[in-house]
């Protein structure tokens, strides 16, 4: 069945820090592809999405291109900041599948 | 705008006890769904619905119902809990019959004692 890997966590970084969060993925289709984001205490928002290959997907400075050839959808950010520190999880959506698949999801944390 | 409202946000159950978390949206969205959060396993789909009077089961359904009598509501019920059931879990919403763009709501946590 479609499944999606995220690079293990925790991250630390420092602020002003280049970001890059692993995501792959397998699916017998072609699925959409998205970054959604949890802030503490809060529920997910979606961050950004593309949905077909060589799409880019990108909002408040993150962006992440949807390779079809490596089945992935590696999230990166040029420059954090301390407010960039949540969850961050990958997902899929095949068409016609009525669900959105999750990674495991990868807990960032920025230091200033 | 409310969005995707849950109650309650804290719930302390014994095992055996039943109880409902409830879920409403304002959006007029047609599909809904229920994802539990466990450490280390991401979110995983529960049961979800496409539309009133429509359910259908997702990865983990065990345990719980639901039901959809409205477009607005979307409850999950409990119906003897265990303590396999402690989690965190996620109301979400979708404007189409598929769940593309999910809105969340701010979670249940659910510790079963």
């Known amino acids: 069945g479609d499944s999606v890997t995220q690079m293990e966590g925790p991250v630390t970084l420092s602020e002003e820090a280049f970001l890059t969060i692993n995501c792959t993925y397998t699916a017998t289709g072609y699925p959409s592809l998205f970054w959604y984001v949890q802030y503490p205490g809060e529920g997910l928002q979606l961050l950004l999405k593309a949905t077909k290959a060589d799409d880019k997907g990108s909002n408040k400075g993150f962006e992440a291109t949807y390779r079809k050839e490596t089945t992935s959808f590696h999230l990166e950010k040029g420059s954090v900041q301390v407010s960039d520190s949540a969850v961050y999880f990958c997902?899929?959506?095949?068409?016609?599948?009525?669900?959105?698949?999750f990674g495991q999801g990868t807990r960032l944390t920025i230091n200033p | 705008n409310a969005g995707v409202t849950q109650t309650p946000k804290f719930q302390v159950l014994k095992t055996g006890q039943s109880m409902t978390l409830q879920c409403a949206q304002d959006?007029?969205?047609?599909?809904m769904s229920w994802y539990r959060q466990d450490p280390g396993m991401g979110l995983r789909l529960i049961h979800y619905?496409?539309?009133?009077?429509?359910?259908d089961q997702g990865e983990v359904p065990n345990g719980y119902n639901v039901s959809r009598s409205t477009t607005e509501d979307f409850p999950l019920r409990l119906l003897s809990a265990a303590p396999s059931q402690t989690s965190v879990y996620f109301c979400?919403?979708?404007?189409?019959?598929?769940?593309?763009?999910?809105?969340f709501g701010e979670g249940s946590r659910l510790t079963v004692l």
């Open positions: 979400a919403s979708s404007v189409n019959r598929g769940p593309g763009e999910l809105f």
């Open positions: 619905s496409v539309g009133a009077g429509i359910t």
């Open positions: 959006m007029n969205h047609e599909y």
């Open positions: 997902a899929l959506s095949d068409k016609g599948a009525q669900k959105l698949v």
